[in-house]
């Protein structure tokens, strides 16, 4: 993205904060900031934007993880971790659950406590753009409903790829872009005239729930996203549509 001109005359790389542009480097704390909000919410939130379907895809992507008890998983974005501990119940080895932002950490870890599933699982504050770990130190590489909010998009990708041993798997489930045309007004009416005012109701944050949406349409759809993949050297990329393309699995090798 070419440097633009901010209003005080500085020359700065200007980035997506939902429909806003800010300074790449800025990106980060905001997006924080909405976490920050939401983290104790966070499994509400989810249930307002899908209408509690995403737990019928995350049931699916843990399916698509193929959890094997002698395979490490890194779950970027982790957050309150739903896909770490789906990975855990169905056999799967040893979690790293990494996020970049400490309070949805705390949040996952609370609830692995509270439910006894500590056991398998660390945990690492880590900006996925920047992984701290060696290359090739994990088998599979999980990224769930994270990877829109990230300034870098294919650095992500990138230290992803990195981080896999030869034979290891990418998997990306995210909001995507809507393939049925009769829902398009439908979920563009949800988003924006009612998800903000649920948003307000019961997290009393109007405005992070109007930057979440508006997040998803500022992604790349999923022929853009398996281009990434590619870039960044995953082979036999794979795209799986879920709910008329509401959300989608990208899967890449590394071969």
């Known amino acids: 993205m070419p440097a633009m001109t901010d209003s005080t005359g500085n020359q700065d790389t200007l980035t997506d904060f939902g429909f806003q542009r800010v300074p790449r480097a800025a990106k980060s704390a905001r997006v924080r900031d909405v976490f920050n909000s939401v983290a104790r919410r966070y499994d509400v939130m989810n249930d307002l934007m899908s209408l509690g379907i995403h737990r019928a895809w995350k049931s699916v992507f843990a399916t698509v993880l193929d959890p094997r008890p002698n395979h490490t998983l890194l779950d ?44 398998g699982i660390s945990f690492l504050v880590a900006d996925a753009e920047r992984l701290p770990l060696p290359a090739g130190a994990v088998d599979v590489v999980s990224m769930a409903f994270g990877l ?22 990418f998997c990306c489930l995210e909001f995507s872009a809507v393939q049925v045309a009769a829902l398009a007004p439908l979920y563009d009416a949800w988003s924006f005239a009612v998800l903000p ?43 799986r549509n879920l709910s008329g393309g509401i959300a989608a699995i990208h899967q890449g090798w590394r071969l």
Not at 86 to 115: E, K
Not at 209 to 232: C, K, N, T, V, W
Request: with cysteine; glycine share 12%.
């Open 197 to 239: 005012r649920l948003g307000a109701a019961v997290a009393g944050d109007a405005a992070s729930y109007r930057y979440l949406a508006e997040s998803i349409r500022m992604f790349p759809d999923q022929e853009a996203l398996a281009g990434m993949f590619r870039a960044a050297g995953f082979a036999r990329v794979s795209v």
């Open 148 to 169: 829109r909010n990230c300034t870098d998009k294919q650095a992500v990708i990138a230290e992803a790829h990195r981080v896999l041993r030869p034979g290891g798997r």
């Open 76 to 119: 970027l974005a982790g957050g309150t971790g739903d896909i770490s501990f789906g990975w855990r119940a169905r056999g799967g080895g040893p979690v790293i659950l990494s996020d970049i932002n400490a309070a949805m950490l705390t949040t996952g870890r609370d609830r692995a406590t509270a439910t006894a599933r500590l056991a």
